[in-house]
T-cell receptor, first 112, second 113 residues
Framework: NAGVTQTPKFRVLKTGQSMTLLCAQD?????MYWYRQDPGMGLRLIHY???????AKGEVPDGYNVSRLKKQNFLLGLESAAPSQTSVYFC???????????FGDGTRLSIL | DQQVKQNSPSLSVQEGRISILNCDYT??????FLWYKKYPAEGPTFLIS?????DKNEDGRFTVFLNKSAKHLSLHIVPSQPGDSAVYFC????????????FGPGTSLSVIP
């Protein structure tokens, strides 16, 4: 069982570059989420989606965009990367809003 | 200001003994709490949850206690095993709102054989 798969696992970018992180889930979950984790802090919600074609802002959405064109995929985009976006990014999914979330293994992103 | 606090960044326990991980919260509206466990290079995995209508929930070796008046919850692991060595995140939400889950910074547990 793949569960939640994040691509890539590691990436180094230069300031100003753009990139897209891909999250794919094979559990037919409606809800998907993107978090970032920084040292000494808990996971913070960037954006989330409650179904195909929907997206909404979380706690720290600035500098990021997302798309959910297919139910199984949730993309996180950085249009112009900044050093403050250096972090570990986690994608998660859940069947519904009142179920615990299943997480991917994370993407470690460094912005130089 | 962090709404969910885990004031012990790390904890070491002997194998077979009890591990107690603590979590404090400031928002009195929180009424649903979860614990996640995370191994290095992996994502968090759900461990156990508790609703504010209960003060205890048990699942095998894991028990979560909730003290609403003190805005405090704790996770007890008995007996502790080396495989329990991981980072434990406490999380809280208002109801089961998927977009309002607030995570604590985590406590790194080391179980020494």
């Amino acid at each position: 069982n793949a569960g939640v798969t994040q691509t890539p696992k590691f990436r180094v970018l230069k300031t100003g570059q753009s990139m897209t992180l891909l999250c794919a889930q094979d559990m037919n979950h409606e809800y998907m989420y993107w978090y970032r984790q920084d040292p000494g802090m808990g996971l913070r919600l960037i954006h989330y989606s409650v179904g195909e074609g929907t997206t909404a802002k979380g706690e720290v959405p600035d500098g990021y965009n997302v798309s959910r064109l297919k139910k199984q995929n949730f993309l996180l985009g950085l249009e112009s990367a900044a050093p403050s976006q250096t972090s570990v990014y986690f994608c998660a999914s859940s069947y519904s809003g009142n179920q615990p979330q299943h997480f991917g293994d994370g993407t470690r992103l460094s912005i130089l | 200001d962090q709404q969910v606090k885990q004031n012990s960044p790390s904890l070491s326990v002997q194998e077979g003994r009890i591990s107690i991980l603590n979590c404090d919260y400031t928002n009195s509206m929180f009424d649903y709490f979860l614990w996640y466990k995370k191994y290095p290079a992996e994502g968090p995995t759900f461990l156990i949850s508790i609703s504010s209508i209960k003060d205890k929930n048990e699942d095998g070796r894991f028990t979560v206690f909730l003290n609403k008046s003190a805005k405090h919850l704790s996770l007890h692991i008995v007996p502790s095993q080396p495989g329990d060595s991981a980072v434990y995140f406490c999380a809280a939400s208002v109801g089961t709102s998927y977009d309002k889950v607030i995570f604590g910074p985590g406590t790194s547990l080391s179980v020494i054989p």
